[in-house]
T-cell receptor, first 110, second 108 residues
Framework: KAGVTQTPRYLIKTRGQQVTLSCSPI?????VSWYQQTPGQGLQFLFE???????NKGNFPGRFSGRQFSNSRSEMNVSTLELGDSALYLC?????????FGQGTRLTVV | QKEVEQNSGPLSVPEGAIASLNCTYS??????FFWYRQYSGKSPELIMS????GDKEDGRFTAQLNKASQYVSLLIRDSQPSDSATYLC????????FGKGTMLLVSP
C-alpha cells in the first residue's frame, strides 16, 4: 500500500513569489492535514480537508490556502512568499484517529 | 488554547538503558494520544497510539496514559543508538496537536 506522497520534495523561491505544494494521501484516506515545521515553532497546524471541505483551519494568514479534490489529493498554496515561510511543509493523511505523514516539502525562500 | 508540553531535551541515555519521555496536555476531554519519532531531516513516523488509561506495549516501546493527571509517557527499553531521534507527543483534539518534541540521544 503506497504511503502519503508529497511533491515536490525541495523548492527554492524568491520573496514575493507564490508556490503550490501537492499531497496524495494513502488510498482510502479522505482526511488530509497540512503542517508547517520550523526549528523554533515545531509542528504547527495549517488546515485540514475532508471530502473536499475545509474542516479546520490553524492560525495562519490568508496567504496560506488549500483545497482538496474529489480523489482526495490536496494542494496548498502560499502567495506573496516571505523569508519566514521557509520551512518543512508536511501533509498527513488520516483514517479514523491515526495520521500518517508524507516525506514533506522543504521550502526555502530567498 | 489547547496545548501539548514536552521537555525539549536532549535526553541522553547509554545504550541498553531505559529512556523515559514525558508529555502533558491541557484538555481533559482528549481521548486519543500518539507518539511519533522523527529522525533529523525526515518526516514524523507514528510509533504508538494509546486511547485508554494504563500501559500499552509494542516491542521495546511502552506508552503510558494517565488521564486524571493529563500525562502521557513513552518508555523505550534496551535503547539503541538507532533510537536517537526527536520524539513528538500528539493529542487529538478537533485537530492533531503536537508538542515541540524531545530529542533523545543514545550513546554506544
Amino acid at each position: 500500500k503506497a504511503g502519503v506522497t508529497q511533491t515536490p520534495r525541495y523548492l527554492i523561491k524568491t520573496r514575493g513569489q507564490q508556490v503550490t505544494l501537492s499531497c496524495s494521501p494513502i488510498s482510502g484516506h479522505r482526511s488530509v492535514s497540512w503542517y508547517q515545521q520550523t526549528p523554533g515553532q515545531g509542528l504547527q497546524f495549517l488546515f485540514e480537508y475532508f471530502s473536499e471541505t475545509q474542516r479546520n483551519k490553524g492560525n495562519f494568514p490568508g496567504r496560506f490556502s488549500g483545497r482538496q479534490f474529489s480523489n482526495s489529493r490536496s494542494e496548498m498554496n502560499v502567495s506573496t512568499l516571505e523569508l519566514g515561510d521557509s520551512a518543512l511543509y508536511l501533509c498527513a493523511s488520516r483514517v479514523n484517529t491515526e495520521a500518517f505523514f508524507g516525506q514533506g516539502t522543504r521550502l526555502t525562500v530567498v | 488554547q489547547k496545548e501539548v508540553e514536552q521537555n525539549s531535551g536532549p535526553l541522553s541515555v547509554p545504550e541498553g538503558a531505559i529512556a523515559s519521555l514525558n508529555c502533558t496536555y491541557s484538555d481533559r476531554g482528549s481521548q486519543s494520544f500518539f507518539w511519533y519519532r522523527q529522525y533529523s531531516g525526515k518526516s514524523p513516523e507514528l510509533i504508538m497510539s494509546i486511547y485508554s488509561n494504563g500501559d500499552k506495549e509494542d516491542g521495546r516501546f511502552t506508552a503510558q496514559l494517565n488521564k486524571a493527571s493529563q500525562y502521557v509517557s513513552l518508555l523505550i527499553r534496551d535503547s539503541q543508538p538507532s533510537d536517537s531521534a526527536t520524539y513528538l507527543c500528539a493529542v487529538l483534539y478537533s485537530t492533531l496537536t503536537f508538542g515541540k518534541g524531545t530529542m533523545l540521544l543514545v550513546s554506544p
